[in-house]
């Protein structure tokens, strides 16, 4: 159990003896769960002290930088207001840059702007390119952290990511469908809304992956680039579906599913199986009229709470936060959350 406080401090904390103390943090014998946990919740009640302590009275400009469709940039804003007060008595003071569409000379621009103009920290969900990596690097050697959002950029010096195990989604996606479809014939149809997102690449490259190990002749189709955006994804969609038989399945990794879908009714299909991604007010839509069949969930408020600790700890208040990617949640008709 790692730790940074003296035996004593953890000990008057938790209302243990210090031989109690030594001899869990030394993982011997004969101490119970019960008495773990106490010294496991003592700990962390120490630190929430120590960065309470240490960031009382000071403010915190967080750029929440971000390229994605308006009813996800949406789901973004309201997650990370929901957590601002759990790091009181800092203030955290978000800016938010959204577009639904950003080239990458665009992001670039933005990241020299507030390279300029100084932040306490970057979140940042982008296109991975030469170009961004580039300029991630930059604001790192100027003391400016980057938290990557939802899809990474490996190879930059960025602090951290947060988000979903992407790879993960792509297989879960994978092994559903093949449960779902059974013995079902035809094609499934896959929808990325930008291939230069890393994040729905490792999904794409997983489900494909994962897919043709239990049904090699399961035909995938590729409808991506239409960045999620309704009118350019509905004819993505019906160019790659045109002339194909039969669709069995769907999943899509990057939004847009009412174009979907009005393009695969347009087209005459019906697919048995459509596995989507986030709980957005577009798919909760879809979700409880039963049109689509799942959707692989993340709660974004962790997402933006793990992303605001590692911020903070690098400006040494309180300590990273040691959770990994997000858990994945399987949503049907039938279970969604209450809170939404």
């Keep these: 159990m790692t730790h940074r406080f003296p035996v004593k401090e953890i000990a008057l904390q938790s209302g243990l003896s210090t031989a109690t103390i030594d001899r869990v943090l030394n993982n011997r014998a004969n101490v119970s769960p ?38 996800f940039t949406r789901e973004i804003r ?5 957590v601002l007060p759990d790091f009181r008595p800092a203030a955290l003071r978000p800016r938010f840059v959204f577009s639904e569409t950003m080239t990458t000379a665009e992001t670039v621009s933005c990241l020299e702007r507030i390279r300029s103009r100084g932040s306490q920290g970057v979140c ?17 050697q100027k003391g400016i952290p980057v938290l990557t959002l939802f899809t990474d ?16 989604a792509g297989q879960t996606a994978a092994y559903l469908m093949h449960l779902l479809l059974h013995d079902t014939r035809g094609s499934v ?16 490259t997983a489900f494909r992956s994962e897919l043709r190990k239990h049904r090699p002749d399961i035909e995938l189709i590729d409808a991506s680039g ?22 069995a399945g769907v999943y899509s990794m990057g939004g847009g599913n009412i174009a979907v879908l009005a393009a695969l009714e347009a087209a005459g299909k019906s697919p048995s199986v459509f596995i ?13 009229s039963e049109k689509l069949s799942l959707v692989l969930h993340h709660d ?25 990617e997000s858990d994945i949640q399987v949503v049907t008709p039938k279970n969604i959350p209450k809170r939404f």
Aim: glycine share 8%; hydrophobic share 40%.
């Design 34 to 71: 019960q008495t773990r946990r106490r010294v496991a919740d003592a700990i962390e009640e120490l630190a929430r002290q120590e960065a309470q302590l240490a960031a009382r009275g000071r403010r915190f400009f967080i750029d929440i930088v971000v390229e994605a469709p308006t009813r």
């Design 124 to 140: 940042l969900k982008a296109r991975d390119s030469e170009e961004i990596r580039k300029n991630i690097d930059l604001l790192s």
């Design 153 to 168: 950029i490996p190879g930059s010096e960025r602090l951290a990511y947060a988000g979903l195990d992407n790879s993960r």
């Design 226 to 247: 239409g960045g999620g955006l309704s009118p350019a994804t509905a004819q993505e969609v019906g160019q790659r579906i045109y002339g194909k038989r039969e669709i």
């Design 300 to 324: 974004l408020r962790d997402d933006m709470r793990v992303a605001m600790r590692h911020l903070l700890a690098f400006h040494g208040v309180g300590a990273p936060p040691d959770q990994p």
């Design 78 to 82: 309201k997650a990370t207001e929901a």
């Design 276 to 288: 989507a991604h986030d709980l957005d007010e577009d798919n909760l839509e879809l979700l409880r």
């Design 189 to 204: 149809l896959t929808t990325l809304s930008q291939h230069a997102f890393q994040g729905e690449e490792e999904r794409f």
